[in-house]
């Protein structure tokens, strides 16, 4: 009976750190702009892949639809780095339609609040985030605080780039940055010890139903 008893048990746990595993390698998704991440660490550490990278010189269009043709997940991340580069000059993360609600065409002053930034997006003008409760001056794309780095923004336009990243602005021809998407799912990651609890508690019913 103790044999049975010890065989269960280490099989159910088994299973539970199994699950556990799993449940724990969902992707990590970075609460507002985050700047000098490294590229390994995004993707490697936090689950997320690359869907599109382009140079700022590269035009996006009017629309996005050729860029996000090959990007499917729950969460959209747009970066920025120096061509080559390993590490991101800044990056952030938030619901697909969070970073994709239209703002509006036009040099106003509306964003989307989502995870700690401030999104907006419009066909045939710009695309992009700042830190969280910050004001943007999109015309079209975000001049505003020259100085800060949470910033980041490309243009929806034909034939034309950019346009910033971070504190670098005036990219719109630039070769020597890229403009990256990344995407990723996210799960409920439950804590180790409610898998063990409930792994304990069916080798619990099991043992019941062998004695019944």
Not at 19 to 42: C, H, K, L, M
Not at 46 to 65: F, I, L, Q
Not at 125 to 130: D, E, K, N, R, V
Not at 200 to 212: E, Y
Request: charged share 15%; net charge negative; aromatic share 10%.
């Amino acid at each position: 009976m103790m044999f049975m008893l010890n065989n269960l048990v280490k099989t159910t746990l088994g299973a539970s750190l199994l699950a556990a595993s799993a449940f724990a390698s969902a992707a990590v998704i970075p609460y507002g702009p985050q700047n000098d991440v490294a590229v390994s660490t995004v993707t490697n550490d936090w689950g997320w892949s690359e869907c599109y990278s382009a140079t700022y010189a590269t035009p996006m269009g009017t629309t996005v639809d050729d860029e996000l043709a090959n990007c499917s997940g729950d969460y959209l991340m747009l970066a920025a780095r120096r061509t080559g580069s390993d590490v991101f000059e800044v990056l952030a993360a938030a619901g697909w339609d969070d970073v994709l609600t239209d703002t509006g065409a036009a040099n106003n002053d509306v964003t989307t609040t989502a995870n700690g930034a401030e999104w907006y997006y419009a066909d045939g003008w710009s695309w992009g985030f700042a830190g969280l409760g910050d004001d943007v001056n999109k015309f079209e794309c975000d001049t505003a605080a020259a100085s800060e780095r949470d910033r980041l923004c490309w243009h929806t336009l034909n034939g034309v780039g950019g346009y910033r990243a971070g504190s670098y602005l005036g990219l719109n021809n630039s070769t020597d940055w890229e403009k990256v998407i990344l995407v990723a799912n996210a799960v409920a990651v439950p804590a180790p010890a409610t898998a063990l609890l409930l792994g304990l508690g069916l080798a619990g019913l099991g043992l019941r139903r062998r004695n019944k």
